[in-house]
């Protein structure tokens, strides 16, 4: 299904064209329409199924630009930036995200035009306490990636958030896994709530995993021989740091590989382009750290290579195949 089918906003759906955004994902098809049809929605989808617009689409349809009018709380400041972006990017709607170890000054400006709100549990806390920002009018609460937010302990802090907010707000939850303690939550703040269950596209049937034991001035270039070796669609490379992405993305650009970084320090812009180009296929390699490739939507992905500094050992797991397949080698490759 094509989003404008479902999405009226001429405007929205032509800035999504401009950045090749035309199909629905399953679980926009699927999640759109409820929402749209203010049902409280339970979504199940696994990070890179589209789940960011589906549900900021549904809300930039839905809301006018006066006072605050949707919640969106997420586990950490990188994805509430992200999301901030996405609301940003395709609405002329007033979203601003608001997260700790940064001064809290700006942010309570911000809010004082801001209609969509986007935060970390901790300082969202912080500022009703201070009485700089009110909830109890909002249309939309989210809680994106539910599951991760209960494995850092912020349920307790979600639940005295939800208290505080609108009684009459349309509840959308969004999670990789339903664990229990998010049903509790579902039954006790969400009002029969519909559940949109997207099928992983990627299990362990049709996973090859290779585990390589090198040494520590052997690990460049093995990964430089395994990216020429490989005939991988698009790749990504995990880093523990972003100084170690930028390093890495730059030393592979010398033996020729279209390599970028991408992580918390590049502005949203640059993140865009990076995705952009990456999508498009004028670069096959991303190296990212962790919390920064948390919601990618990219098609196509057929390597993922985790390297490894701090434990002297990384990994390839491959997309291809039919089973798995756990390798150890010590090899010696020319650099």
């Known amino acids: 299904m094509k989003i404008e089918e479902m999405i009226l906003n001429e405007e929205t759906v032509n800035l999504l064209k401009k950045d090749g955004i035309i199909n629905a994902t399953e679980v926009q098809e699927k999640a759109i329409p409820l929402i749209l049809n203010d049902k409280d929605v339970i979504v199940q989808s696994e990070t890179g199924s589209g789940k960011t617009l589906a549900f900021v689409l549904p809300i930039i349809e839905n809301i006018a630009e006066e006072d605050i009018k949707a919640l969106i709380i997420a586990p950490t400041r990188e994805l509430a930036k992200q999301i901030t972006h996405v609301f940003n990017r395709y609405s002329k709607l007033n979203a601003i995200s608001v997260y700790g170890g940064v001064s809290i000054t700006n942010q309570i400006n911000g809010l ?5 709100v986007v935060g970390t549990p901790g300082r969202l806390l912080d500022l009703l306490g201070r009485g700089k920002l009110s909830i109890d009018k909002i249309n939309y609460l989210v809680l994106d990636e539910a599951d991760r937010m209960l494995d850092m302990g912020f349920i307790g802090d979600i639940e005295e958030i939800m208290r505080k907010s609108s009684k009459n707000k349309q509840v959308l939850l969004f999670s990789a896994t339903i664990p229990e303690k998010i049903l509790e939550i579902s ?6 709530p519909y559940k949109v269950l997207i099928n992983k596209k ?17 690990k460049f270039s ?6 020429q070796k490989e005939r991988a669609n698009l790749s990504i490379i995990f ?5 170690m992405t ?3 993305a730059r030393e592979l650009q010398r033996y020729g590989l279209k390599a970028r970084a991408i992580h918390g ?13 990456f999508r498009q296929g004028k670069i096959d390699i991303v190296v990212a750290t962790d919390v920064a490739s948390r919601g990618l939507d990219v098609d196509g992905i057929t390597h993922i290579y985790n390297f490894v500094y701090r434990e002297r050992v990384w990994s390839t797991p491959t997309v291809q195949g039919g089973q798995q397949e756990w390798e150890k080698m010590a ?3 020319p650099s």
Do not use: G
């Open 202 to 218: 990627t299990t362990t049937a049709n996973l090859r995993h290779k585990f390589y034991v090198v040494s520590f001035k052997e």
């Open 246 to 248: 930028d390093n890495l």
């Open 239 to 243: 880093c523990a740091t972003r100084r």
């Open 222 to 227: 093995l990964l430089v021989h395994l990216l």
């Open 265 to 277: 320090e590049l502005s949203q812009n640059q993140r865009e382009r990076v995705l952009h180009d």
């Open 112 to 116: 004082r035009k801001a209609n969509i």
């Open 187 to 192: 039954r006790k703040y969400m009002k029969n």
């Open 331 to 333: 090899p010696l490759y």
